[in-house]
């Protein structure tokens, strides 16, 4: 069955710090990828997606490329601040858009000032 | 924010009672979803509809049903309540406009004692 594999966490880094959070995933066909953010007490919030290889989504500084011959989304921003604590999900829908997604396991990501 | 609530947000009850949550939405959106959370699970999905009295079950569904009467309400009811169903749940509907994506509600924290 489709499936997604993220790096689990909880990770705590420094304002301005590089973050890389993992994500890999299986799946038949060619399924669309995303990222959600999930901010203390709140629900999930789409943070950017991407629907073919190759492809890169972009958001709030954040960017993820869709690679189809690593079966990876890793997502990545150069320089995080404070306000960027938040659990982070991969998820994947194999079905075109987004009709049913599987989620990954959530990373918590902690930025201290 | 995709016009989504949740009702009760939180709610506290004991083994064996029945319990319903509601999810509403105000955007007519054709697709809705319940999801819950759990710490090392991620999020899973426990039944979705995809029109008035058209539903389905996800990966999760035993002791759960769903009810979707009217487009802008979905149902989700715990017939028997365990305290395996303490979790935090999640509705979403899917926005199928040019971003196709999946947008949640605030989510409701069930305890069941």
């Known amino acids: 069955g489709n499936s997604v594999t993220q790096m689990e966490g909880p990770v705590t880094l420094s304002e301005e710090a590089f973050l890389t959070i993992n994500c890999t995933y299986t799946?038949?066909?060619?399924?669309?990828l995303f990222w959600y953010v999930q901010y203390p007490g709140e629900g999930l919030q789409l943070l950017l997606k991407?629907?073919?290889?190759?492809d890169k989504g972009s958001n709030k500084g954040f960017e993820a490329t869709y690679r189809k011959e690593t079966t990876s989304f890793h997502l990545e921003k150069g320089s995080v601040q404070v306000s960027d604590s938040a659990v982070y999900f991969c998820?994947?829908?194999?079905?075109?858009?987004?009709?049913?997604?599987?989620f990954g396991k959530g990373m918590k990501l902690t930025v201290n000032p | 924010d995709a016009g989504i609530t949740q009702s009760p947000r939180h709610k506290v009850t004991e083994t064996g009672t029945p319990v319903t949550l509601r999810c509403h939405q105000t955007?007519?959106?054709?697709?809705m979803y319940w999801y819950r959370q759990d710490p090392g699970h991620g999020l899973r999905l426990i039944h979705y509809?995809?029109?008035?009295?058209?539903?389905d079950k996800g990966e999760v569904s035993d002791g759960y049903s769903v009810s979707r009467s009217k487009t802008e309400d979905f149902l989700l009811t715990l017939e028997s309540a365990t305290s395996s169903q303490t979790s935090v749940y999640f509705c979403?509907?899917?926005?199928?406009?040019?971003?196709?994506?999946?947008?949640f509600g605030p989510g409701t924290r069930l305890t069941v004692l």
């Open positions: 955007e007519n959106h054709r697709y």
């Open positions: 998820a994947l829908s194999d079905q075109g858009g987004s009709e049913k997604l599987v």
């Open positions: 799946a038949t066909g060619y399924p669309s």
């Open positions: 991407a629907t073919k290889a190759d």
């Open positions: 509809s995809y029109g008035v009295k058209d539903t």
């Open positions: 979403a509907i899917r926005d199928r406009g040019p971003t196709d994506t999946q947008y």
